[in-house]
């Protein structure tokens, strides 16, 4: 078993302060470091893959205790980080899960934590594998997922001709945070999105099936995470924002920023839907909703050159994507 | 790719608040989990297995900066981990590193951090194959280690008649704890074995090869792990306290505290030796310092029944185990 790239390689990053964070570790390590920026590391393994990624969830930076539950907390820091094997085209094998614990919780509250985790798991088709605890001053989950992979989905092979496609809608997980943030409750749905976000799996396995030749999941929003892909790819991806399919409460949260609610949308990070570039001919939306049980909808284009360019009914609009680093 | 052990399946473990809390998270996630309490996570792949393990260090529980520079921060947490896979018998493919950073500390900071988890990598045989970046109250590090191993040593194999081995010297760690906790400064080479622990990959390899039955390496000290082993095996062990090799200043600083250095340096956590149980032929321990470059001595013997019996010249002595949780 080695490292599937060589070493030294790394995927292009598109721009963002933890971004440039990134891309210094990279080049300080040199060839210390091999594979680093696309969602999963690949190890080959037998006639396919490991899929290793890791995601930390940090109280008072990526949740509120005050907003989810103990449960949910888990839950959200398991399929976060689920969702970077769904990006790959992976299937779930399990995670690691390792657990800080602030000074006033005991054992029921770790337990509460531990089942959410074990549920996202088990939702994933994974198993909870192994872990570490320790104490410290707020609660703090480093989740480490594993996948197996036979043709893993990069975000490197995009190429100019091929479609952009989102799974499901966008702009929920924000919609949530806005309203939390102005003292109000979120409606259940929308609730939901922040609090229990499904790991898009099964999409992500069909996809790659179904040729798709370069996907990520959207946790810094469409706006960053588009730039990553077309860094990646070395392409350029025009997006219509106009086409983007938009989380029920989306709308009202956006006309209280007086922001059209496709920007809205696009600059919310956290959705952990996927951005996929499949070619022009794919044809297979419907087929995809039968199987997935979400939407699959065509936002954009790939083109040669590079950065992306989002228009909303025609008109370039410049988006500012979502940074929860700091 | 399928977890190694049953669905269900989990190592038994010693006595300790920290190892009550992983019993009952066990025994909550009921089928979710598999494998857990052993050193790695065992996934088949092919004709043998990756080996995953995670392990965090938090500012101000595992390490303090008055104590050791960044590097060494990044080093010890990198080399922490990777010991697990030392304890495995496995061989270092890479690791994952989720790294929180406190909100006054900028790039120059991280890229110490992530030099010292870098180097520690490379030490070891293995790459940097990813991570997560997250901001923070503290520096936290969430390293998870990926290995391979063809036949992997638990901590399940050993039989009664089994010779108990530890490798290198115990307490070193510990004595530099104990002269920073009293604020002075540890000689350079007491400092190393807290700042800059080296995982026993070699080692651990070799043991494998040579018959090892069970292993596992000495986090929280030969007093609480011995008793892991005891339990994962079936067994019960009986171990000779003053044949331990001690490490140079474990005796002055025992000294301080009134206690019998070989209760020192077994009751002291974070020496990452190994302790192994050999057949009782095994009898290569010069080959061993040859080929590894450290000693290999005999500490105790296992027999039928549970438990560790300690004495020390012949009389029972009762130990307190190394907790750093909580």
Redesign the interface.
């Known amino acids: ?3 599937g790239s060589d ?1 030294g390689q790394s995927f292009a990053l598109g721009p963002g302060a ?1 971004f ?3 891309r ?2 990279i080049g ?2 040199g060839t ?5 920026g ?1 969602d ?2 690949l ?1 080959s ?2 006639d ?1 893959f ?1 899929a ?7 109280e ?3 949740f509120r205790l005050d907003w989810i539950s103990l449960e949910e907390v888990g839950w959200r820091a398991a399929a976060a980080a689920l969702s970077d094997l769904a990006a790959e085209g992976a299937e779930a ?2 995670l ?5 614990v602030p ?1 006033g919780a005991g ?1 029921a509250e ?2 509460q934590v ?2 959410g985790i ?2 996202a ?2 939702f994933a088709g994974g ?12 609660w ?1 989950l ?1 989740i ?1 997922v ?1 996948g ?1 992979v036979q043709h893993p989905v990069t975000r490197a092979g995009a190429v100019p001709g091929d479609g952009l496609w989102v799974t499901g809608d966008l702009g929920g997980s924000r919609a949530a945070l806005a309203a939390w943030r102005r003292g109000t409750s979120p409606s259940a749905n929308t609730r939901r999105r922040f609090a229990h976000p499904e790991p898009r799996i099964t999409a992500g396995r069909w996809l790659a099936r179904h040729g798709a030749r370069a996907m990520l999941d959207l946790s810094d929003g469409l706006a960053g995470d588009a730039a990553h892909l077309a860094a990646a790819s070395s392409v350029r991806l025009e997006i219509e924002l106009e086409r983007i399919p938009l989380a029920p409460e989306a709308n009202r949260e956006a006309r209280r920023l007086a922001q059209p609610p496709q920007q809205f949308a696009a600059e919310g990070g956290e959705d952990f839907e996927l951005l996929v570039a499949l070619p022009s001919e794919f044809g297979d939306a419907a087929e995809f909703t039968t199987a997935c049980g979400i939407s699959l909808t065509q936002v954009g284009t790939v083109r040669a050159g590079n950065g992306v360019r989002f228009t909303l009914e025609g008109l370039p609009i410049q988006l500012t994507g979502f940074n ?3």
């Open positions: 078993m080695k490292p070493p933890e440039d964070r990134i210094g570790i300080a390590l210390q470091a091999v594979g680093v696309d999963c590391a190890l393994s037998g396919g490991v290793l990624s890791t995601d930390v969830s940090v008072g930076v990526h094998v399990g690691l899960a390792a657990v800080t000074d054992q770790l337990l531990m089942m074990g549920a798991a088990e198993k909870v594998l192994g872990g570490d605890l320790s104490s410290g001053s707020a703090s480093a480490t594993a197996q929860h680093f700091g």
